[in-house]
C-alpha cells in the first residue's frame, strides 16, 4: 500500500505525537509498505532529502511556542499530492497540515481515518491563547468536510461566547472535532480514555483503539555511570523519575508537592524531571531559573531536555516512575519506562493499557497524600518494586511496535478493500 501521513507534528520534534508517527512509518516500511510524510519544515531554509517526505513552509509559536503553523499551500499542492498515487490517507493532527490530508481524501475519494492524538478538550484551559485557532477549527470543519447548511448554521452557533473562555473553547472543540472525524472511516482513539471521550461526543465513525508500540531504549553501563556524574546521584539513591514537557497540562505541581512528603520519610529519595519548557510556562515556578538551585537542595533535579537515545540510562537510574498527567491520550513514556522494568504510580487510569493496579504500578487518587504514599510504599519495599519490575515488562511486551503496526496494518487494507469493492464510499 501508498499510505499517506499529513500530520503538523514530524521529525526533528521528538513530541509524542512525531514518535507516533515515525514508529509506524518505520514499521510499516519494514513490512514492504510505501508510507509519504506530509507535514511542515521544522524552519523557513529547511531542506528535506527524503522523497518520501514532503515539507511545506511554516513559522513556530502562532497558538504555543512549539507549533508549526504552514504559512500556504501552493495551487500546486494536489498535483503533488496526486503524483504520490496514495491509496489511503491517514492524519494526525488538527492543524493545517492535517486539515489538507482531510480535504484531500475526501477530495479524492480515497479511505480516510484520523488519529486524535491530543486531548484538545482539556488542553484549550491551559493554553487560553489557543482560542482563535478553535475557532477557525469550527468554522473550517464543515468547509473541509464539504458540509451541509446545518453543518455550518451549528459552527456559526457554536461561536457564540459562553460564560468562561475555557467553556467556550470546549465547546468550540467539541464540535469542530467532531465534524471532522464523523467525515473519516476510521477513528483511531490511542487509549480508553480517548474513545470513552468521542463516544460521549456522539461521534458516528467507528472508533479502533489502537496504542502506539514501544521498545526498551537501550543503555550501556557508561552512558548511567556518566548520567551519575552528571546529576550527582548515587546508587543508594532512590530515585523518583517524572519525564514530560513542563507544561502546566502535566499538572507537577501536585508531584513536586507530593515529593515533599515523600523526603521527610525517605532521605535518600530524589526526584528526577525529566523534559524542557517553553515560554507557555513562564508562570510555572518550573520554569524559574533562579528556584533550580533551591529545587536541588530539596532532593528535585530538572535536567532540562533530554535526547531521547539517552533516556534509556535515566530509567534504569530510577526506582519508580511517576506520572500526574491528566491531559495525555496515551502517554508513551509509561510504556518506555514499563518496558525498562520500572513501577508506575500514576492519576489517569484509562490512558494506558500496560499499568494494572497492585500489579505493575499504582493508580491513585488525585491526592498529594495519596501520590506520596503509593510512592512511599514502592520505594520502602524491594520485594515489591521487584515483582512490579518484572510483571510490567511483560505487560509492555503485548505493544511493540511490530505488534501494533500488523493492527495498523489489517485496519488499512480492510478499508482499501471496502473502496476497491465499491461496499463503502463517502459519497453514498
Known amino acids: 500500500m501508498r499510505?499517506?501521513?499529513?500530520?503538523?507534528n514530524y521529525l526533528p520534534s521528538r513530541d509524542g505525537i512525531a514518535i507516533s508517527v515515525d514508529t509506524f512509518k518505520t514499521e510499516l516500511e519494514k513490512m514492504g509498505h510505501e508510507?509519504?510524510?506530509i507535514a511542515p519544515?521544522?524552519?523557513?531554509?529547511?531542506?528535506?532529502?527524503s522523497d518520501h517526505i514532503l515539507r511545506f513552509p511554516a513559522f513556530k509559536g502562532l497558538f504555543y511556542e512549539d507549533y508549526l503553523t504552514s504559512i500556504f499551500?501552493?495551487?500546486?499542492?494536489l498535483k503533488q499530492l496526486d503524483e504520490l498515487n496514495l491509496d489511503i490517507v491517514h492524519y494526525h493532527t488538527l492543524g493545517q497540515v492535517g486539515f489538507l490530508g482531510a480535504y484531500y481524501g475526501m477530495k479524492r475519494n480515497l479511505p480516510l481515518l484520523t488519529t486524535y492524538h491530543t486531548d484538545y478538550y482539556q488542553y484549550v484551559k491551559h493554553y487560553k491563547n489557543t482560542l482563535p485557532g478553535v475557532i477557525a477549527l469550527s468554522l473550517l470543519a464543515p468547509a473541509i468536510t464539504g458540509g451541509n447548511l446545518k453543518d455550518y448554521r451549528k459552527a456559526l452557533l457554536s461561536i457564540k461566547p459562553e460564560k468562561t473562555v475555557d467553556e467556550w473553547n470546549?465547546?468550540?472543540?467539541?464540535n469542530g472535532v467532531k465534524t471532522l472525524l464523523d467525515a473519516c472511516d476510521v477513528v483511531i482513539a490511542p487509549s480508553k480514555k480517548v474513545k470513552n471521550q468521542l463516544v460521549s461526543w456522539n461521534t458516528n465513525t467507528e472508533i479502533e483503539i489502537l496504542p502506539t508500540g514501544v521498545e526498551r531504549i537501550k543503555t550501556t553501563k557508561q552512558d548511567k555511570m556518566d548520567w551519575q556524574v552528571k546529576l550527582d546521584v548515587t546508587k543508594e539513591d532512590k530515585i523518583i523519575a517524572f519525564v514530560g514537557r513542563l507544561g502546566t497540562e502535566k499538572n507537577l505541581d501536585l508531584l513536586l508537592s507530593a515529593f515533599t512528603e515523600i523526603r521527610h520519610?525517605?532521605?535518600?529519595a530524589k526526584l528526577l524531571v525529566i523534559g524542557g519548557t517553553g515560554s507557555q510556562t513562564e508562570d510555572s515556578s518550573v520554569n524559574k531559573q533562579k528556584e533550580i538551585d533551591d529545587y536541588r537542595r530539596?532532593?528535585?533535579?530538572?535536567?532540562g531536555y533530554v535526547k531521547h537515545s539517552q533516556l534509556g540510562a535515566l530509567y534504569e537510574l530510577s526506582s519508580v516512575f511517576a506520572f500526574t498527567s491528566l491531559t495525555d491520550t496515551q502517554g508513551l513514556v509509561l510504556n518506555e519506562a514499563a518496558m525498562s522494568?520500572?513501577?508506575i504510580v500514576m492519576i489517569d487510569k484509562d490512558i494506558t493499557m500496560i499499568v494494572k493496579n497492585n500489579v505493575n504500578g499504582i493508580i491513585v487518587r488525585e491526592e498529594k497524600d495519596e501520590l506520596a504514599s503509593a510512592i512511599i510504599a514502592i520505594l520502602n519495599n524491594d520485594n515489591l518494586r521487584s515483582k512490579m519490575s518484572e510483571k510490567g515488562k511483560e505487560l509492555a511486551k503485548e505493544y511493540t511496535p511490530k505488534k501494533q503496526a500488523i493492527k495498523i496494518e489489517k485496519i488499512y487494507q480492510d478499508l482499501v478493500n471496502k473502496y476497491h469493492g465499491k461496499i463503502h464510499l463517502k459519497s453514498d
Open 3 to 8: 499510505i499517506g501521513f499529513f500530520t503538523d
Open 35 to 37: 508510507v509519504f510524510i
Open 41 to 49: 519544515a521544522p524552519n523557513l531554509v529547511y531542506k528535506e532529502e
Open 73 to 77: 499551500f501552493p495551487p500546486k499542492t
Open 170 to 174: 470546549q465547546k468550540l472543540v467539541e
Open 265 to 268: 520519610k525517605i532521605e535518600n
Open 298 to 303: 530539596k532532593g528535585i533535579i530538572f535536567t
Open 341 to 343: 522494568g520500572l513501577p
